[in-house]
């Protein structure tokens, strides 16, 4: 009579919950690696916040490198996370991977107000973007670009405010104009009631501060001639 | 748009420059690359929605038929004909549902969805009950996997290729059509394989209880004798010791502890026959039930 348990059967399945946890421990190494740059990045980032556009030629550059060393760090996380199943481990590093993904999207914005589109920012980590379903690899997904963009939106928002504040009102118009364009196009999208429904649902108070803003501004003829035309019409 | 505004005295506001014209439809730079990233989430929703419909369908069908084995009564290579004849049904409907998944949790997909699959867990339960209940051993996951894919060979009709053209995916499938056609499986992961296992003990407990009670002996091989044919009572000891002694996932230990909780009290439960029938087996009067409530419904979903 054989026996109610092939004596093989232990061994097997114990080193594979073994290798699961090595795995689950190195990515845990990487991911804290990559937190650690994403929020230095950030806290160099929300200096934007009291510096003039005047000095932001010394500023950027150290975010560009802070942004430099995240994409390392993901070329590091992308090599060793493509040996295994993708959507296995994804959730260990999708946050901080969105973070790091803000910090880029804002930091090209603020240099050349330009948005990167989902393409353009897989290559400049050079990972892949979409793939097919037969290979199973790194990759950035679409939900993760697009949460990133809801939080540079966020920040941006911010911005708007303190330019004001730091007397840039040509930069508060155009943070404006950026927002509702991105805005309109977030209202394009199906969502499900899901983490991006919630997150894509906060834009609107965004849009709604930037509005505010551009408002009080025009009230005063605060407005920079330059951005004129894009007046807000009261709703 | 309503009126003009106007300033805080009340009086109408003048604008500067003419006015603007009316409203642009939402139309601007960034509207096509939304149009493109609505496309891929609508097509991961739909297949989401797809998989979780049939997933549901293949636990029930898998329930029902963990149902039908617990009317069985021995350990016996040849099941009752009615009972082998619904599993059969069942079995075959599982496998029409398999083989409409199979396409969409192919590669990367399958982790994708693995939360949405929880069908396969109950399916494995069902399996590796029914093969326990045949050869009173524990199907190996190499076992299973021949037997899954089998099951989604069978449910590919030549209807399905109708099915296939749905038309959510056109070029994106495109390519990998070829390959799918030839061998879509529908692998188990080992968290698949592991919780049914898990859920396994609790069918094998109940299995154990009612048939102790209903025939008087306590399952096991062969002549179904007390002694010498292992009985239930030791395969069940065997099952828990295997999960103590496997080290806890990192993914999943709270899952983990508590069907673990649930397999040891299992374990007991059949112990405690196993006691029952060697102090006092032969005083009992046939077809006496002990009391099943109250144990046994942290296993259900």
């Known amino acids: 009579m054989p026996p109610m348990i092939d004596p093989s059967l232990f061994d097997q399945i114990k080193s594979k919950i073994e290798e699961d946890t090595t795995v689950r421990k190195e990515l845990e190494q990487i991911v804290d690696e990559l937190h650690q740059h994403v929020s230095f990045t950030q806290g160099l980032l929300s200096k934007i916040h009291s510096t003039p556009r005047?000095?932001?030629?010394?500023?950027?550059?150290?975010?560009?490198?802070?942004?430099?060393?995240?994409?390392?760090?993901?070329?590091?996380?992308?090599?060793?996370?493509?040996?295994?199943?993708?959507?296995?481990?994804?959730h260990k590093w999708t946050r901080p991977l969105q973070d790091s993904l803000s910090t880029c999207l804002l930091f090209t914005w603020l240099s050349t107000h330009t948005l990167l589109t989902p393409l353009q920012l897989a290559t400049y980590y050079s990972v892949p973007l979409n793939l097919?379903?037969?290979?199973?690899?790194?990759?950035?997904?679409?939900?993760?670009?697009?949460?990133?963009?809801?939080?540079?939106?966020?920040?941006?928002?911010?911005?708007?405010?303190?330019?004001?504040?730091?007397?840039?009102?040509?930069?508060?118009?155009?943070?404006?104009?950026?927002?509702?364009?991105?805005?309109?196009?977030?209202?394009?999208?199906?969502?499900?009631?899901?983490?991006?429904?919630?997150?894509?649902?906060s834009i609107k108070y965004a849009v709604k501060k930037v509005e505010d803003v551009v408002y009080d501004l025009s009230l005063r003829g605060l407005i920079p001639a330059a951005g004129a035309e894009d007046e807000k019409k009261g709703e | 748009m309503s009126g003009f505004k106007r300033d805080w005295n009340g009086n109408a506001k003048k604008r500067d420059g003419p006015k603007p014209p009316a409203k642009k439809v939402v139309q601007n730079q960034f509207t096509p690359m939304?149009?493109?990233?609505?496309?891929?989430?609508?097509?991961?929703?739909?297949?989401?929605?797809?998989?979780?419909?049939?997933?549901?369908?293949?636990?029930?069908?898998?329930?029902?038929?963990?149902?039908?084995?617990?009317?069985?009564?021995?350990?016996?290579?040849?099941?009752?004909?009615?009972?082998?004849?619904?599993?059969?049904?069942?079995?075959?409907?599982?496998?029409?549902?398999?083989?409409?998944?199979?396409?969409?949790?192919?590669g990367i997909n399958r982790y994708r969805y693995a939360r949405s699959l929880m069908c396969l867990e109950e399916l494995v339960e069902a399996l590796t009950f029914l093969h326990y209940l045949k050869t009173q051993t524990l199907i190996t996951p190499e076992q299973l996997t021949p037997i899954m894919e089998d099951l989604v060979r069978k449910g590919i009709t030549p209807s399905e290729d109708v099915a296939m053209t749905d038309a959510s995916e056109p070029a994106a499938a495109a390519p990998e059509q070829p390959l799918e056609k030839e061998t879509p499986k529908v692998s188990l992961t080992q968290d698949d394989y592991l919780y049914g296992?898990?859920?396994?003990?609790?069918?094998?407990?109940?299995?154990?209880?009612?048939?102790?009670?209903?025939?008087?002996?306590?399952?096991?091989?062969?002549?179904?004798?007390d002694e010498?044919?292992?009985?239930?009572?030791?395969?069940?000891?065997?099952?828990?010791?295997?999960?103590?002694?496997?080290?806890?996932?990192?993914?999943?230990?709270?899952?983990?502890?508590?069907?673990?909780?649930?397999?040891r009290q299992s374990v007991q439960k059949v112990e405690r026959l196993g006691y029952d029938r060697t102090i006092r087996g032969s005083e009992r009067p046939k077809g006496w039930i002990p009391d099943l409530s109250g144990g046994d419904q942290a296993e259900e979903e």
Do not use: C
């Open chain 1, 54 to 90: 005047s000095k932001y030629a010394t500023l950027l550059p150290q975010v560009e490198e802070g942004i430099k060393s995240q994409v390392a760090t993901v070329g590091k996380l992308s090599a060793f996370a493509s040996q295994y199943p993708y959507y296995k481990y994804n």
């Open chain 1, 132 to 201: 097919t379903a037969q290979d199973d690899a790194f990759h950035i997904t679409t939900e993760e670009y697009l949460l990133a963009l809801v939080s540079i939106i966020d920040d941006l928002s911010r911005l708007a405010m303190n330019s004001v504040t730091l007397g840039d009102t040509a930069l508060a118009v155009e943070i404006s104009a950026f927002i509702r364009d991105l805005h309109a196009g977030f209202q394009v999208l199906n969502l499900k009631n899901d983490i991006l429904r919630k997150r894509v649902d």
């Open chain 2, 197 to 225: 296992v898990f859920d396994l003990t609790g069918e094998m407990m109940r299995f154990a209880t009612t048939s102790t009670a209903l025939t008087g002996t306590m399952a096991g091989g062969g002549a179904g004798g």
């Open chain 2, 228 to 263: 010498q044919p292992r009985t239930i009572v030791e395969d069940m000891h065997e099952l828990g010791s295997f999960f103590e002694m496997l080290p806890v996932g990192q993914g999943n230990r709270f899952q983990w502890e508590k069907k673990l909780e649930v397999t």
């Open chain 2, 34 to 106: 939304f149009e493109t990233l609505r496309d891929e989430l609508d097509q991961h929703h739909d297949r989401r929605e797809r998989i979780i419909k049939a997933s549901r369908d293949i636990t029930a069908l898998s329930k029902k038929i963990i149902f039908a084995l617990q009317r069985i009564r021995k350990i016996d290579e040849e099941l009752p004909k009615n009972i082998q004849a619904e599993i059969d049904t069942r079995l075959a409907d599982i496998s029409k549902l398999l083989a409409t998944i199979a396409p969409e949790i192919q």
